[in-house]
C-alpha cells in the first residue's frame, strides 16, 4: 500500500516548506504542496504540527556487540532493531573494535544482513582496531569490492594503547588498499580511524597525507570531541580538507575529564566557521566506554548508546541555538556524501522512503519510516527483530 505523509514541514535537511509526501514499498514517489489521491488505496498520516526530516545515519555502531576490556563479563551485547529505530537511525555502519577475535567479521555481516532484512540499510567496515587487517576475503580491496555490503575499513585505532601502534606506511598501504576497493566498486572506501587520547593525536594520519599521493579526504579520524585539544587539532585538519567525526555516546566522567559534548563541539564548528559539510556524528552505539586508570587498567565501563545521536542534535538545537538544517546534516546529507551512499541523507523523489516525524516544538521523534517500511508510528514500535523481548510472533 502506499502511504502518503500529510501537511508536514520538511526539511530535507534544509527547510522547503509545509509539504505532502508519497512514498511507495520503498522510496519518495512525490513531494508536494497538496497530492490528492483515491483513499482507498493510500495509508493516509496526518503529520500536522510535525517535522518531516531524513532518516538519521550513524556511521559507526557496533553492531555484534563491543568492549571486553575488562574480561568476558565485559563484552556488551548485540544491538536490537528497535535500539536503532527508536534513535531515529535508518542507515548505519557496523564495526569491529578491540576484540576482533571472539567478535568476528563473519558475524558482523551476518548481523548486518539482519539488520536489511528487517527494513533498515545497513553496512559495515572490514578490519579492526588492529594490523594486520582481519578480512573476509583476501584483502580488504577484495572485501570492498566484492562484499556488497563492505563500504570500507575500520575502524583502526591510533594514538590508543589497545591499538597496533602503526606506521605510516602501513596506514598508507592500507588506506591504499581501501581506496582502490572502493574506486573499483564504487564506493567510498572510506577509512575509519579510532583516535585515541595518546599525545600525537593525528599525526599518522598527517604523514600519509604529507608523503604519499592518497587524499586526505580518504580518512575519516572518529572519536575526534575526546579532548579540546584532540577538537583543536581536527578543526585543524578540517582546514586541510579532511573529513572528522565526533561520538555522541559519553559519560559524565568523560565530559568532567574534558570531553566536549557533541552539541557544543558543533557550535564552535560554526563560531569557528570551519567547512560544516565536512563534520559528522556517530553514536558508537554498543560499544564499551572504558575508563583506565595511570597504568592502563580498567576503571570503569559503561556501553554507548544509539539514541545519544539525536539527543545531541536537539540540544544543538534547544540549547546551543543552532539552525535545526545545520545541525541534522551531520547526521543526514554529510555521512550520506562522504560515504557515498547514493539514495540516503536527503528527502527527495527517487530517494529511499527514510524518514523521520519529530513534533515541532518538542523535537521528540514520534514516527520512523525505513524503507518505506513503518518502524514506529506516532510513538508505537510497529516493527520489532524476532527475538525482542514482547515481540508478537
Sequence with gaps: MLKLIKNATVHDPKYIGVKDIMIDSQSIIAIEDNIECDHSFVEMIDATGQLAVPGFIDSLVHITGGGGE?????????????DLTKAGITTLVGALGTDAVSRTLTNLIAKTKELNELGLSCYFYSGSYHLPATTLTASVQSDIMLIEECIGVGEVAIADHRGSQLSYNELARLASDSRVGGMLSGKSGIVSIHVGDGPENLK???EVVDNTDIPITQ???????????LFDAGINYVARGGYIDLTTSTTPEFL????????????QVIDKEANLSHITFSSDGHASLPSFDESGNLAQLEIGKETSLFDEIRDAVLIEDIELEKALAVITSNPADILKMKRKGRLKVGYDADIVLLDKERL??????????????SGEVKCQGKFEQGVTR
Excluded: D
Excluded at 70 to 82: A, I, M
Excluded at 368 to 377: A, D, K, N, Q, Y
Design 256 to 267: 568532567k575529564e574534558g570531553e566536549l559534548k557533541c552539541s557544543r563541539a558543533l557550535k
Design 204 to 206: 599518522v594520519i598527517n
Design 364 to 377: 521528540v521523534i514520534e514516527s520512523v519510516f525505513s524503507r518505506g517500511r513503518t518502524m514506529i508510528l
Design 70 to 82: 575488562g574480561g568476558f563479563t565485559t563484552r556488551t551485547p548485540e544491538v536490537n532493531l528497535t
Design 219 to 229: 580518512f575519516l579520524p572518529t572519536h575526534m570531541n575526546r579532548n579540546q585539544a
